[in-house]
């Protein structure tokens, strides 16, 4: 089945200053990628969704670049706020498959600092 | 105004006890699932359903049943509640299937088994 890592699990940066999140996955035939924040104590809200080949998407403050010959999805963020500190989680699903569901990153724990 | 509602907010059971989580969501959506969240891993799918009067096993039932008497109402149900399921439970539903949709997601349920 769908192998998803998340890298890194942890991450702080100043604000202002750029961050990038990496998912690599393993399933060829995955074709829809998602990016949830999860703010501290609070749920999941999306943030951004990819469903096409090699695409850029723009959006909040984020950049999400899909490379699927190297199965690699990222979140980019450009300049830091205060409020981007939360809990990032990517999922991937194939587009066959008789099973309905998505695999999760474990997550990256993102802190803003002032 | 929360499209998708969980109860308890939070809960303690007694190891050997019978837990059982609500879910109600308003979007009208045919698709409702069952997630847990353990510190350092992602979210992990228990049970999902298409249908009302219907459940289908996601990647880690063991342990778990579900309920869908309506649309708007999911229930998970732990028969005999182990320490192992301590955990965030979150409840979601989309509009089709995972694979493409968005999940909209209720607040969570944080359950300690003592």
């Known amino acids: 089945g769908e192998q998803v890592e998340q890298r890194p699990p942890h991450l702080s940066v100043r604000e202002g200053d750029s961050a990038v999140i990496t998912c690599t996955y393993t399933?060829?035939?995955?074709?829809?990628f998602f990016w949830y924040k999860q703010e501290p104590g609070a749920s999941l809200q999306l943030l951004m969704k990819v469903f096409s080949s090699t695409e850029i998407n723009e959006g909040q403050g984020f950049t999400v670049l899909l490379n699927k010959k190297d199965k690699r999805l990222s979140l980019n963020l450009t300049a830091a706020h205060p409020g981007d500190s939360a809990a990032y989680f990517c999922?991937?699903?194939?587009?066959?498959?008789?099973?309905?569901?998505?695999?999760f990153g474990k997550g990256t724990q993102l802190i803003i600092q002032p | 105004e929360a499209a998708v509602t969980q109860s308890p907010r939070s809960k303690v059971a007694v190891t050997g006890g019978k837990v059982t989580l609500s879910c109600h969501q308003t979007n009208n959506h045919d698709y409702m699932y069952w997630y847990r969240q353990d510190t350092g891993h992602g979210l992990r799918l228990i049970h999902y359903?298409?249908?009302?009067?219907?459940?289908e096993k996601g990647d880690i039932p063991d342990g778990y049943k579900a309920s869908r008497p309506s649309q708007e109402n999911f229930s998970l149900i732990l028969e005999l509640a182990s320490l192992s399921q301590t955990a965030v439970y979150f409840c979601?539903?989309?509009?089709?299937?995972?694979?493409?949709?968005?999940?909209?997601f209720g607040s969570g349920t944080r359950l300690t088994v003592l």
């Open positions: 999922a991937v699903s194939a587009y066959t498959g008789g099973a309905d569901r998505l695999t």
């Open positions: 979601a539903s989309s509009d089709g299937g995972a694979k493409a949709e968005t999940l909209y």
């Open positions: 399933d060829p035939n995955s074709y829809y």
């Open positions: 359903s298409y249908v009302a009067d219907s459940t």
